[in-house]
């Protein structure tokens, strides 16, 4: 890497460079160290959060959800104890499992701004390898689709089911029918409340304006696969679309999407949501709860998968009707979760009526 052109960092509408270090391996990921360079105020963006004046030098307040402390801390301190020293600061964490801010204290403005700093960049990079909690979903759980769905698992089973891989444990839930349109990681109910609010914002600033103020008919028909090539597939969705043509729905998704990423509570998958209801998935064969989001294909999403033909499936169901729906709501929706319906419990929701 060329020192000159260090990597570049955005955290919260902000660029920050990132040093060039030697990086040291713990066996555990919450064992993972941190270092950092001297400090130096001139690489520092001295106005991107509050730092407050005291009787005994310099404060600084940042709120962090409780399951990331441990990456403050390090292993036996070791990285709470090197901010500290490089940055002539103290570092006062709230206790664990207790929500709280983190409080830096330092006899210099600029080595609190590097603390803080450092924290930052830390917690960005430990936060996008958290599982993710939530997601925005359309439910596609009403009734007639539902009927429809164990329908063409029928069918299927019936017609395919010699077909190498093809079992019933690959069938989607149908009381969990849905699109997704991004993930979210939230660690404390100041995020998903966060969330929540950022949601009615979006219903006020655009979502109203595109559906009129009354829900989307939405038509679920025909099936594709993920992967290239058929025989081997690991996902099987079928398509949707808005029955009078428009493109209303995709500009709601991808105008959320939009507006999550720029917030900061959900990272940049896609130029555009790829619209999709997930109705067979390799996953399920060891996991029937399993919620990740077909389309994000990350490290461990297709680790020691067992893929079935889909060749025969594909052609027999291209153009499976599986019904109309009325999409009325976008849903903050929980992972590993159900409600009475046996859909996902819903921490909030955006209401297009």
């Known amino acids: ?41 001139t690489d520092e963006p001295c106005d991107a959060f509050v730092v407050e004046e005291t009787e005994r030098g310099f404060q600084c307040r940042v ?16 990285t709470k104890k090197r901010l500290e020293t ?23 403005r600029s080595g609190v701004i590097s603390a803080r700093t450092r924290i930052d960049v830390l917690l960005d990079s430990f936060r996008k390898k958290q599982p993710f909690t939530h997601f925005l979903s359309f439910a596609l ?20 089911s010699k077909d190498h891989g093809v079992s019933s444990s690959l069938f989607q839930n149908p009381a969990k029918l849905h699109l997704t349109l991004g993930t979210l ?5 100041q995020e998903i409340q966060k969330a929540c609010d950022l949601l009615q914002r979006c219903k006020e600033d655009f979502v109203d304006q595109i559906t009129g ?25 079928a398509k949707v679309h808005m029955k009078d ?32 209801a997930t109705v067979m998935n390799t996953l399920f064969r060891k996991d029937p709860t399993e919620e990740r989001n077909s ?25 499976f009707y599986f019904g109309e729906v009325q999409l009325n709501s976008v849903r903050l929706s929980q992972r590993f979760s159900s409600d009475t319906s046996g859909y996902y419990a819903t921490s909030g929701q955006l209401c297009f009526c």
């Not at 964490?93 to 006899?107: D, H, N």
């Not at 009403?142 to 299927?156: S, T």
């Not at 990681?185 to 109910?189: C, H, K, S, T, Y």
């Not at 493109?247 to 998704?253: G, K």
Request: charged share 30%.
């Open 1 to 41: 890497m060329d020192v000159l052109r260090p990597p570049l960092i955005r955290i919260g509408g902000r660029v920050y460079r990132k040093n060039l270090i030697q990086e040291q391996a713990f066996p555990h990921e919450e064992e993972e160290d941190f270092c950092a360079g001297p400090s130096d105020c």
């Open 63 to 78: 709120e962090v959800p409780s399951p990331l402390y441990k990456y403050i801390i390090g292993k036996k301190g070791e």
């Open 86 to 108: 490089e940055t002539r600061t103290s570092i006062i964490i709230p206790k664990p499992g207790v929500e709280g801010e983190i409080v830096i204290t330092g006899q210099h």
């Open 141 to 160: 759980n009403q009734p007639a689709i539902q009927e429809k769905f164990l329908q063409f698992k029928e069918e299927v089973l019936e017609k395919c």
């Open 185 to 189: 990681v939230l660690l404390n109910e």
């Open 213 to 237: 103020g009354e829900p989307l008919t939405v038509e679920v028909a025909g099936v594709e696969y993920m992967n290239d090539d058929p025989a081997m597939t690991d996902v099987l969705y």
């Open 245 to 276: 043509g428009s493109d209303r729905l995709q500009m709601v998704a991808d105008q959320l999407v939009e507006r999550f990423v720029a917030s900061g509570l959900m990272l940049k998958e896609w130029d555009r949501v790829k619209l999709h």
């Open 295 to 319: 389309t994000m294909t990350g490290k461990s999403s297709f680790k020691e998968r067992e893929s079935f033909n889909g060749r025969n499936i594909l052609k027999l169901f291209e153009n």
